[in-house]
């Protein structure tokens, strides 16, 4: 295990109360199996979540004002997922600063994304009580800015696996889009696509690509709540 101190100076920071930065990397395991007492990660992985949450939410608010409330709400949601907190943790090889107790493996701690997760979590609470929230957000701003402006809005705006997921979840039969109308010279075309679902039609929507145009009327059919 690397001490914390090592870690701290990837973040440039000088503890003040080094026992939280401990237990933020503290997992149950090592109480529970060692003569050792003393507080593991779980609290603090409460704190951290939160000012994790509150953080991204600012930057996304800052970094991407064209988005609505909507993406806004699924941008938030991807970059604090669990397998984006996991791959943060591995950048940072936090894996090796976590005290474990004897049955556990180094090895395992450094694939269970739900550990790194947690440990992420409990070491941004941990600045957070120590350094103060200012502290806490270079921190994590460094560590999500680049994901939030390179966020793949097409990924996040998939309307169409979003309407089919609904209409499965009640029936078997799957939507249909059927290209309506065509328009437009060959360098500049427009299409119009209507989805149906047994017969019905949920919605419309054009694009200059049929893909586009799809991905409109799945939006059109989930905003008029037709299904």
């Given at each position: 295990m690397l001490p914390v101190s090592d870690l701290l100076q990837k973040f440039n920071i000088i503890g003040k109360n080094n026992s939280l930065y401990e237990q933020a990397l503290?997992?149950?395991?090592?109480?529970?199996?060692?003569?050792?007492?003393?507080?593991?990660?779980?609290?603090?992985?409460?704190?951290?979540d939160a000012i994790i949450s509150l953080v991204v939410a600012e930057l996304i608010y800052r970094k991407q004002p064209h988005f609505d409330q909507g993406l806004m709400s699924k941008t938030r949601a991807k970059l604090v997922q669990t397998d984006n907190l996991f791959r943060i943790a591995k950048d940072?090889?936090?894996?090796?600063?976590?005290?474990?107790?004897?049955?556990?493996?180094?090895?395992?701690?450094?694939?269970?994304?739900?550990?790194?997760?947690?440990?992420?979590?409990?070491?941004?609470?941990?600045?957070?009580?120590?350094?103060?929230?200012?502290?806490?957000?270079?921190?994590?701003?460094?560590?999500?800015?680049?994901?939030?402006?390179?966020?793949?809005?097409?990924?996040?705006?998939?309307?169409k696996t979003q309407l089919q997921e609904i209409i499965q979840a009640d029936h078997r039969e799957a939507v249909k889009y059927i290209v309506v109308e065509e328009a437009g010279p060959a360098h500049d075309r427009r299409f119009s696509v209507a989805v149906t679902h047994d017969g019905t039609e949920l919605g419309r929507g054009s694009g200059p690509s049929k893909k586009i145009a799809?991905?409109?009327?799945?939006?059109?059919?989930?905003?008029?709540?037709?299904i």
């Amino acid at each position: 295990m690397l001490p914390v101190s090592d870690l701290l100076q990837k973040f440039n920071i000088i503890g003040k109360n080094n026992s939280l930065y401990e237990q933020a990397l503290t997992h149950p395991s090592y109480h529970v199996e060692t003569d050792e007492k003393g507080p593991d990660y779980e609290r603090l992985e409460f704190m951290g979540d939160a000012i994790i949450s509150l953080v991204v939410a600012e930057l996304i608010y800052r970094k991407q004002p064209h988005f609505d409330q909507g993406l806004m709400s699924k941008t938030r949601a991807k970059l604090v997922q669990t397998d984006n907190l996991f791959r943060i943790a591995k950048d940072y090889r936090l894996a090796d600063y976590v005290k474990i107790g004897p049955s556990m493996s180094r090895d395992l701690v450094a694939t269970s994304k739900k550990i790194m997760e947690d440990v992420l979590e409990s070491l941004m609470g941990a600045i957070y009580i120590d350094q103060g929230f200012f502290v806490a957000k270079r921190v994590i701003k460094t560590l999500f800015s680049q994901d939030i402006e390179g966020i793949n809005v097409e990924e996040l705006t998939d309307y169409k696996t979003q309407l089919q997921e609904i209409i499965q979840a009640d029936h078997r039969e799957a939507v249909k889009y059927i290209v309506v109308e065509e328009a437009g010279p060959a360098h500049d075309r427009r299409f119009s696509v209507a989805v149906t679902h047994d017969g019905t039609e949920l919605g419309r929507g054009s694009g200059p690509s049929k893909k586009i145009a799809e991905q409109a009327a799945a939006k059109d059919a989930l905003r008029k709540k037709a299904i």
